[in-house]
């Protein structure tokens, strides 16, 4: 199966464009497998309005993919900032109902801890994703559990730094934890007792590959919609209220 994919929850813009067997074994690939990132300076706003369909125009020029060839469109839905989540699915939506493409959406969360679960498939996982604010939304799985075809043990919410670092520690010596948040929040979890790989390693950023495998699994959209994973209001609504 063909799937183009892509991931606007982070500062990050992610595409991914992947053949996946559909057979007894959805890690094994075909003949294409490109990927492409955009990721604003410290300080810069994310480029998603205006970089996520020129890296989707460069992949699929890149691999010399048509549109009809494409049988699955993935789309994040994180969970991450309000208006990145907003843009990326808007995008998936228009682009599933001009090709007619089956669309589904992927945990931003999941797709994390897929790469590092292929990294480290012994040690369990924690996801975490900077939620701003002083919080994280983080999502976990037991050792040998693999994200791929298996619910988190640890369902995706939203933490103080402090109910993070109680959650690590609860996890197990060992546990590998990846994503922005967990740069963020390192000295609380490494004083938790848990492995957070070096700033540089690419298990700390979005991948829209791994979306790719997911959304092998999952089932696409009967009405065209996928809803986002907010697993909080957004500003806007917090300010009002």
Same mark, same amino acid.
């Given at each position: +199966?063909?799937?183009?994919?892509?991931?606007?929850?982070?500062?990050?813009?992610?595409?991914?464009?992947?053949?996946?067997?559909?057979?007894?074994?959805?890690? +094994?690939?075909?003949?294409?497998?490109?990927?492409?990132?955009?990721?604003?300076?410290?300080?810069?706003?994310?480029?998603?309005?205006?970089?996520?369909?020129?890296?989707?125009?460069?992949? +699929?020029?890149?691999?010399?993919?048509?549109?009809?060839?494409?049988?699955?469109?993935?789309?994040?839905?994180?969970?991450?900032?309000?208006?990145?989540?907003?843009?990326?699915?808007?995008?998936?939506?228009?682009?599933?109902?001009?090709?007619?493409?089956?669309?589904?959406?992927?945990?931003?969360?999941?797709?994390?801890?897929?790469?590092?679960?292929?990294?480290?498939?012994?040690?369990?996982?924690?996801?975490?994703?900077?939620?701003?604010?002083?919080?994280?939304?983080?999502?976990?799985?037991?050792?040998?559990?693999?994200?791929?075809?298996?619910?988190?043990?640890?369902?995706?919410?939203?933490?103080?730094?402090?109910?993070?670092?109680?959650?690590?520690?609860?996890?197990?010596?060992?546990?590998?934890?990846?994503?922005?948040?967990?740069?963020?929040?390192?000295?609380?979890?490494?004083?938790?007792?848990?492995?957070?790989?070096?700033?540089?390693?690419?298990?700390?950023?979005?991948?829209?590959?791994?979306?790719?495998?997911?959304?092998?699994?999952?089932?696409?959209?009967?009405?065209?919609?996928?809803?986002?994973?907010?697993?909080?209001?957004?500003?806007?609504?917090?300010?009002?209220?």
């Amino acid at each position: +199966m063909r799937v183009l994919a892509f991931d606007t929850a982070t500062r990050r813009t992610a595409v991914g464009l992947r053949d996946i067997d559909t057979g007894a074994n959805v890690c +094994m690939l075909g003949e294409l497998d490109l990927s492409a990132a955009d990721d604003p300076p410290d300080g810069g706003r994310p480029g998603h309005a205006q970089r996520l369909l020129s890296l989707v125009d460069e992949l +699929m020029k890149g691999g010399g993919a048509g549109w009809d060839s494409i049988e699955r469109i993935a789309v994040g839905v994180g969970p991450g900032t309000f208006t990145g989540l907003r843009i990326g699915i808007a995008s998936a939506q228009a682009l599933a109902a001009a090709t007619g493409v089956p669309l589904v959406g992927v945990s931003t969360l999941r797709s994390l801890a897929l790469s590092a679960h292929d990294r480290e498939p012994t040690r369990a996982t924690l996801a975490v994703i900077d939620a701003r604010r002083g919080e994280a939304f983080v999502a976990g799985w037991a050792a040998g559990e693999d994200p791929l075809s298996v619910d988190p043990a640890i369902a995706p919410r939203v933490l103080t730094p402090e109910q993070l670092a109680a959650v690590a520690a609860a996890s197990g010596t060992g546990t590998q934890v990846v994503g922005d948040g967990a740069l963020k929040f390192r000295e609380l979890l490494e004083g938790a007792g848990v492995v957070v790989p070096d700033p540089d390693s690419p298990l700390h950023r979005v991948s829209a590959r791994e979306h790719c495998r997911l959304a092998v699994l999952a089932a696409p959209s009967t009405d065209g919609r996928i809803e986002p994973e907010y697993l909080r209001l957004p500003d806007a609504e917090l300010a009002k209220a």
